[in-house]
Protein backbone atom coordinates (compact mmCIF):
# COMPACT_ATOMS: atom_id res chain seq x y z
CA UNK A 1 0.00 0.00 0.00
CA UNK A 2 1.47 3.34 -0.74
CA UNK A 3 1.32 5.93 1.41
CA UNK A 4 1.90 9.78 1.05
CA UNK A 5 1.80 12.39 3.88
CA UNK A 6 2.04 16.07 3.47
CA UNK A 7 3.71 18.53 6.10
CA UNK A 8 4.54 21.77 6.22
CA UNK A 9 1.26 23.75 6.76
CA UNK A 10 0.16 26.20 9.08
CA UNK A 11 -0.83 29.93 9.64
CA UNK A 12 1.05 32.32 7.43
CA UNK A 13 0.49 35.98 6.73
CA UNK A 14 -0.10 37.18 3.53
CA UNK A 15 2.44 38.20 1.32
CA UNK A 16 4.59 35.00 3.01
CA UNK A 17 6.20 31.84 1.40
CA UNK A 18 5.42 28.28 2.65
CA UNK A 19 7.00 25.12 1.24
CA UNK A 20 4.86 21.64 1.46
CA UNK A 21 5.85 18.91 1.64
CA UNK A 22 4.90 15.61 0.14
CA UNK A 23 6.12 12.43 1.59
CA UNK A 24 5.84 9.28 -0.74
CA UNK A 25 6.50 5.50 0.06
CA UNK A 26 6.06 4.41 -3.29
CA UNK A 27 9.27 3.10 -5.12
CA UNK A 28 8.11 2.55 -8.76
CA UNK A 29 10.12 3.94 -11.73
CA UNK A 30 6.86 5.71 -13.59
CA UNK A 31 4.49 8.27 -11.65
CA UNK A 32 3.25 11.40 -10.88
CA UNK A 33 2.43 13.05 -7.99
CA UNK A 34 -0.29 16.14 -8.22
CA UNK A 35 -1.00 18.98 -5.40
CA UNK A 36 -4.75 20.04 -4.97
CA UNK A 37 -6.06 22.09 -2.55
CA UNK A 38 -9.63 22.21 -1.33
CA UNK A 39 -11.14 25.35 0.45
CA UNK A 40 -14.66 24.50 2.54
CA UNK A 41 -17.40 24.91 0.38
CA UNK A 42 -15.34 24.53 -2.72
CA UNK A 43 -14.55 21.93 -4.99
CA UNK A 44 -11.22 20.33 -5.06
CA UNK A 45 -8.67 21.97 -7.42
CA UNK A 46 -5.34 21.00 -8.96
CA UNK A 47 -2.04 22.95 -8.35
CA UNK A 48 0.27 21.42 -10.75
CA UNK A 49 2.11 17.91 -10.97
CA UNK A 50 5.30 16.25 -11.27
CA UNK A 51 6.08 13.38 -13.22
CA UNK A 52 9.02 11.10 -12.70
CA UNK A 53 11.36 10.04 -14.12
CA UNK A 54 11.89 12.93 -16.13
CA UNK A 55 10.32 15.30 -13.68
CA UNK A 56 8.42 16.98 -16.13
CA UNK A 57 6.28 19.92 -14.03
CA UNK A 58 3.13 20.98 -15.46
CA UNK A 59 1.08 23.61 -13.68
CA UNK A 60 -2.36 25.40 -13.64
CA UNK A 61 -2.27 28.31 -15.12
CA UNK A 62 -3.71 30.35 -12.06
CA UNK A 63 -1.00 29.07 -9.95
CA UNK A 64 2.32 29.73 -12.21
CA UNK A 65 4.46 32.45 -11.09
CA UNK A 66 3.64 31.98 -7.45
CA UNK A 67 3.76 28.03 -6.99
CA UNK A 68 6.45 26.00 -7.59
CA UNK A 69 7.09 22.14 -7.47
CA UNK A 70 10.29 20.62 -6.72
CA UNK A 71 11.39 17.16 -5.30
CA UNK A 72 14.14 15.76 -4.09
CA UNK A 73 16.92 13.95 -5.85
CA UNK A 74 15.08 10.45 -4.77
CA UNK A 75 11.75 11.31 -6.06
CA UNK A 76 10.83 9.94 -2.32
CA UNK A 77 9.44 13.51 -1.50
CA UNK A 78 7.98 16.43 -3.48
CA UNK A 79 7.83 20.10 -2.22
CA UNK A 80 4.88 22.73 -3.41
CA UNK A 81 6.95 26.15 -2.53
CA UNK A 82 4.13 28.51 -2.44
CA UNK A 83 5.02 32.55 -2.53
CA UNK A 84 3.65 35.81 -2.28
CA UNK A 85 0.43 33.79 -0.26
CA UNK A 86 -3.31 35.40 -0.13
CA UNK A 87 -5.90 34.81 2.11
CA UNK A 88 -7.91 32.70 -0.95
CA UNK A 89 -4.95 30.52 -0.39
CA UNK A 90 -6.45 29.20 2.18
CA UNK A 91 -7.61 25.29 2.45
CA UNK A 92 -6.54 21.88 3.18
CA UNK A 93 -3.48 21.04 0.54
CA UNK A 94 -3.26 17.40 -0.63
CA UNK A 95 -0.57 15.37 -2.86
CA UNK A 96 -1.82 12.53 -4.56
CA UNK A 97 -0.17 9.70 -6.62
CA UNK A 98 -0.46 8.02 -10.16
CA UNK A 99 1.36 5.68 -11.55
CA UNK A 100 1.63 6.99 -15.13
CA UNK A 101 4.40 8.05 -17.53
CA UNK A 102 2.22 11.63 -17.46
CA UNK A 103 0.39 13.93 -15.17
CA UNK A 104 -3.50 13.02 -15.64
CA UNK A 105 -5.26 15.36 -16.88
CA UNK A 106 -8.04 15.00 -13.66
CA UNK A 107 -7.63 14.44 -10.24
CA UNK A 108 -10.22 11.27 -10.84
CA UNK A 109 -7.14 9.33 -12.09
CA UNK A 110 -4.94 9.35 -9.27
CA UNK A 111 -4.67 6.23 -6.96
CA UNK A 112 -3.27 7.58 -3.51
CA UNK A 113 -4.00 10.74 -1.57
CA UNK A 114 -2.57 11.84 1.32
CA UNK A 115 -4.21 13.08 4.26
CA UNK A 116 -3.88 16.52 3.36
CA UNK A 117 -2.67 19.81 5.42
CA UNK A 118 -4.32 22.64 6.28
CA UNK A 119 -3.10 26.35 5.27
CA UNK A 120 -4.31 29.53 6.47
CA UNK A 121 -2.95 32.58 5.50
CA UNK A 122 -4.21 35.71 7.62
CA UNK A 123 -3.31 38.20 9.81
Known amino acids: QVQLVESGGGLVQPGHSLRLSCASS???????IGWFRQAPGNDREGLGC????????DYKEFVKGRFTITSDKDGNTVYLQMNNLKPEDTAVYYCALVKSWICPGTDRLYDYWGPGTQVTVST
Open 26 to 32: FTGGHYA
Open 50 to 57: IAFPDRAV
